[in-house]
């Protein structure tokens, strides 16, 4: 079921090294942390890649290129970029003072705000050494159609993924110090994630999605995600500067696949991922370094 495999296109292979090293840079901080939170980690990145093999053996409708290690139709890489996904919107989300209900949503929120920019590349970097196009590939889906080419209920899953696993976490947690709850708390909230996102993405394919047109799901999620979050007032309550590991994750998405982009001469076929691509950058540096804004805004006096 694992395989290996050294005829992977140099570009590919320095953004799956990285995402290895940055999961290796989450471990070291989940365990500073603690025992439940490496434990976290570790089930989300079993959490990733079982819901790719699911995915992709259900419905067929993408499919991945060659990378170094696979695992089945999936590669390991994605076990390692979901976690680390989960976990520093997690560690970011720790630092304001906001309602757990809300917390999954701006999880979710700052998810999405990688895979806007990163999925449209990914699916039109070229892979030299195989003689194919896309990291993962959309099945038949043009290049022009949905969202640059990526199908809308993409992010509709992104947004469930990710606010069912770290929503199933915070209310399992309280589990942590039980002898025997600590250890299986975080593959409960797996196994509930699996089974919610089954529901919410039955809902959509037979309600929003036929209702109000495939961008439906998405845009209510994301819009209306949105709104929850600016309405519960989030506040800060960790200022200083951003966690140098936390703050890796979005930021080696985001150049990665910037870099990436600007190297194969993406932006210059198609300007407007360059602007979707440098906005999500910016929103998310803007975010992940709003604690620090707050600091430095305060009077000294108040800092003291």
Known sequence: ????????????????LICYAVFAACLWHARKRGRAYVLELLVAAVFGVTLEIAMINQSASYHYGRFLVMIGPATLMNGAGWAIIIYSSMEFTERLKLPTAVKPILNALLALNIDLAMDTIAIRLVDHVNNAVGMWTWGNTPF???????????????????????????????WQDHRIGGWLYAPLAFVLSLVGLIVMTRLDGAILAPLLGPAA????????????????????????????????????????????ALIQGIYVDTPALGVIGVSMFVIGLAVHLWPWWVERRQPVAARA
């Open 1 to 16: 079921m694992i395989s290996f495999s050294l005829a992977v296109d140099p570009l590919y292979m320095i953004i799956e």
């Open 144 to 174: 022009d159609a949905h969202w640059f080419g990526v199908p809308w209920g993409n992010f509709y899953g992104w947004f469930w993924v990710i606010a069912l696993y770290s929503g199933f976490l915070y209310l399992l947690r309280r």
């Open 217 to 260: 799901g998405a845009l209510i999620l994301i819009v209306g995600g949105l709104i929850v979050v600016i309405a519960a007032r989030p506040r800060v309550e960790k200022t200083g500067p951003p966690d140098p590991v936390v703050f890796a994750v979005p930021l080696m998405f985001h150049l990665d696949f910037i870099i990436a």
